[in-house]
């Protein structure tokens, strides 16, 4: 078994803010990012599948169709957005990056799922980075 | 001479629209950047002055001095803010990388020489990356 | 479970030396990091916790208050320090870079249980990097 | 336990091909890596062993015996070489990243076995990145 | 007056040779990189261009057309290629990391012109990196 | 004219002291940078020469040359060294950013022209980061 890793990035905006909570509690709780304006950052993901490397093509997976999943079920509904008003998932459900790994897994999976190659490849591992200085990981539930 | 950089970053949001435009000419001209719910950046600024080390201390600026001026007067004014909405000089001015850059260039400006002991720093270049693959680099309209 | 990593750096000095060898050995063995003046490197770490999302704020930890234990306990006590001279754990043994992880990892969870709200955060890694070439990754023992 | 990593890099050409097949078929498969004219990366490699740091020295390996067997087993054979052409191992099996880790993998295993040493050093992950954006993770097998 | 650069890469191949020269001063002076069966970089480039932003749109130039120029007159030739095989400037010029600088420069240059909106933008400087240590810049001819 | 930079790193201790001044003036100055024991960086330099690129060759200088020019003269002599105590221009001068750069200047130029085949390479620049947020740049004097 080996890892292959495909890295891509997006651009989007969000805010913290949860909605039974008064202006001063997402305050104290979501500190500057509870600015309902809201922020931007450079998203870097990275996603993770696992296999065994072909025997002829030497591949784990086809990149190209990693990268078109990617594209096609990430990037085309997140980049250039505002996540909380324009990704459904986030309508009520806080876009931290802790979610948005988990948000990310899922919709990979569903997109592997739903490639005419991809239906076996296992998916291993999401990785957010909000900015260089913060990311999450997400192996779905497990460690 | 010798010039002194020092990099910092922020997280805002920002879009681009021209009021005076319907939205297809604003959508031809913008692209996905026309989307008026916001999407976002981490920038990072480089901000260089220029000088003769001093005899004593070897220092061209005071970096600690440097560094609370582009705090105080570029970043507690950016950061996770959305620019178009809540930065004045993008009320009117369409929020560009090179339009971001000589608005940083203004602010450092009037930051040194606002400040008691920066008064005769010479600002020399003001970069601007809105992610990793652009950026802008003005130097007060010389090249 | 999902990880959840923040990434901070600091600035020290360092050498390698075993007071029991003699300097022939010491060279021999530390090579040009035996030299007893020191030299220095820009530290990285990073300090992954794990855990589940809040099902309201969506935060595994508060970044805010892990930011705080990463200052208070390693930051304040390593940055711009000469580790061998000024950190109490670096006075008998080799400051290494797996060395430092492990002491890392031991102030972090000293810090998380000393935090009025971070006491059931549950630490996950601790990954030092001396160079951009060399970097130890400590999981409290476990692989 | 503790994991230690050395990074290191290498220039080489590569193309993917694969003689059994029709151009037409090596190029649907591997798109533009099929050009047998070859090109080329800069690939970055970072090499994972693992034990218990030495009570006396701090290290869990001796960093720069680590280096030797990586430049004299790997970046020897690898740097500025055409992979498929030079490198006995890619006579017919396919350069991919995936085989290229294993590939390593196994040329470091032999040269630690065949160090001095180096002999007891537990290697546990070998991962190459033939750019920024794509890597794969080889950990003998397991994972 | 602003600069706007925007970077890019690809991967190629390329070898340093002197056909009027022996096999023994071609490797005395090229080293390595007389190796004929090539080896091979992922080359980063930044392309700068300046003028004044537009007063409306706040732009210099069009990224977006900046990003076409360099698809078609750089990356669609140089990507997945072997620079001495495939690239008729380095026919007889070996592709050393200056003389890619001066190439790139002249494909821009005469892609600015032929492009229907870009005729006017004014090309400022060519960056190449070989690698992350070894980097071109060309202006021109201008310092 | 063409510009030709190659990047190397060195890891070195400093402090910042006037032995002319009381320990408080020194602190009030140089802040956390004023303790004796000193600290460290990891130092990235670039250093940059000008000129034609030779028409047989394509090089401006011999990159190889450039390479022995900056280890003989710099790296052997900053590397795993303590600045203040063991190099000859910091005895006296505050080894800051800036001056760190005026002195790699000097080195670079006196061993150019001491070189067998670089003594007619044009120095352009030189480039140092103390961290990957401090940098000074340093052009002979020149801006």
Chains 1, 2, 3, 4, 5, 6 share one sequence.
Request: glycine content about 6%; charged content about 20%; some cysteine.
């Amino acid at each position: 078994m080996i890892q292959l890793t495909r890295r891509a990035t997006f651009s989007a905006s969000h805010y913290y803010w949860n909605e039974a909570w008064s202006a001063a509690e997402n305050e104290h709780v979501f500190g500057k990012c509870a600015n309902k304006n809201g922020h931007g950052h450079n998203y870097t993901i990275e996603v993770t599948v696992k296999g065994e490397p072909d025997a002829v093509t030497g591949f784990v997976v086809d990149l190209k169709a990693l990268k078109d999943v990617i594209e096609e079920h990430v990037l085309s509904v997140y980049d250039h957005r505002h996540l909380n008003l324009e990704v459904p998932e986030f309508a009520k459900v806080v876009p931290t990056t802790e979610n948005i790994a988990i948000a990310i897994w899922n919709r990979i999976e569903a997109g592997l799922l739903a490639h005419p190659t991809m239906k076996t490849a296992q998916l291993a591992a999401v990785r957010v980075f909000e900015t260089s200085d913060i990311f999450a990981e997400y192996r779905g539930g497990k460690l």
